[in-house]
């Protein structure tokens, strides 16, 4: 199995390419389509999900790829990587335990080369508890304007305004107004949405349905854009509980990172997707990472995340601008080298087998 061949260059050769190697293994995918849009191309677009292994085990590893829609090359080159992988699928049989590919957690977000939802909604800022009042967000509204100007390239004023802003806060804590995720701007970068997304009532559906009744669960929600190119980081994805921080250290090593602690390179942020594991699965073991690739530097990916979110704003943009800016968001979130792919694979390879052993271990 050669893992570089993997990875694909559209969703559409993505959702094809997991579908076969999940019937190569005899298994069957269960289509969850959104309804009412298309892909960038007009396919249909769907979350696709395959469980291999005993359908009734105590232990279940949840794999999930493109909660950030065009992150999703990167999982999704992964977990078809892993199928077709005959040391991870013997691993698995041999542990007893289960494991639920969700394939295009964001499917929109991947074929039109966005990170946010079809609404321009930011999933691992949604699956927050919407009976709650929204967490107010003054260090986001204070840059909002500058970091969308009527006017693309953005004005040397405004970049000197932001640069000022940046100085004056400090890096970590302008990283954390921008990123935390923000509840009052809809057309904004990193915008959680006022109720459940589509992609959060499907995961939810998806979950119930695989998860409820496990006693173990582990999960790997594969991410892309964040820390040194081709390192992936293990960043703890739960909540701040001390035994599931613990427990994913003992899992996947003592240099699990946490925005709980400060220690992970991703700033705090609220309503991540793993959250939905607390729900659907009470009373569960939990250990659960977002595995964070690094593609290119920190300022890169934000500059690329800003002229997405300004061509979307302004669909009649020139041709050759809109060109410009899709290939510059998928050189931020998409590394189409082989020594990446190859990279990437190994790590998360590494990752899946730690989880099998320990749910096996467990079992046991
Ligand atoms: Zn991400």
Request: aromatic share 10%; proline share 5%.
């Given at each position: 199995m050669n893992p570089i061949a993997q990875f694909s260059r559209t969703y559409a050769e993505a959702r094809a390419k997991f579908q076969s190697a999940v019937r190569a293994q005899e298994l069957s995918v269960e289509a969850h389509g959104l309804p009412d849009r298309h892909g960038i191309d007009g396919e249909p677009l769907a979350m696709d999900v395959a469980h291999l292994g005993l359908?009734?085990?105590?232990g279940l590893l949840v794999l999930t790829s493109g909660t950030h829609g065009i992150e999703g090359y990167c999982g999704s080159g992964c977990q078809v990587a892993l199928l077709r992988d005959p040391v991870f699928v013997d691993a698995v049989r041999r542990a007893r335990i289960g494991v639920l590919f969700v394939h295009a957690v964001n499917p929109h977000g991947f074929s039109h080369g966005r990170r946010v939802n079809e609404d321009n909604v930011d999933l691992n800022r949604?699956?927050?508890?919407?009976s709650q009042p929204a967490p107010p967000c003054p260090g986001y509204a204070e840059i909002h304007p500058l970091l969308l100007p009527p006017t693309w390239p953005p004005p040397e004023d405004g970049e000197r305004r932001l640069a000022e802003l940046q100085a004056a806060r400090g890096e970590r804590a302008f990283q954390a107004a921008l990123t935390g995720g923000q509840y009052a701007f809809a057309d904004g970068l990193f915008y959680g949405g006022l109720r459940p997304a589509w992609s959060n009532l499907t995961l939810r559906a998806v979950l119930r349905r695989?998860?409820?009744?496990?006693e173990r669960l582990g999960w790997i929600d594969f991410h892309t854009g964040l820390g040194p190119r081709g390192h992936g980081e293990r960043i703890h994805a739960g909540r701040d509980l001390p035994g599931d921080l613990a427990r994913a250290r003992v899992w996947w090593g003592r240099d699990v990172t946490s925005f709980h602690d400060g220690s992970s390179t991703s700033a705090p942020v609220s309503g991540?997707?793993?959250?939905?594991a607390y729900d659907a699965c009470r009373g569960l073991e939990l250990a659960m990472i977002a595995l964070e690739y690094g593609t290119v530097p920190l300022p890169e990916a934000f500059a690329a995340l800003r002229a997405d979110h300004w061509l979307h704003l302004h669909p009649t943009a020139p041709d050759a601008q809109r060109t410009a800016i899709r290939r510059q968001m998928r050189a931020a979130f998409y590394d189409e080298a082989d020594d990446w792919k190859l990279k990437v694979y190994m790590q998360a390879r590494k990752a899946a087998l730690e989880a099998v052993t320990h749910l096996a271990a467990e079992y046991a």
């Open positions: 359908p009734d085990a105590s949604n699956f927050r508890d919407f695989h998860a409820a009744t496990r991540i997707v793993t959250h939905a």
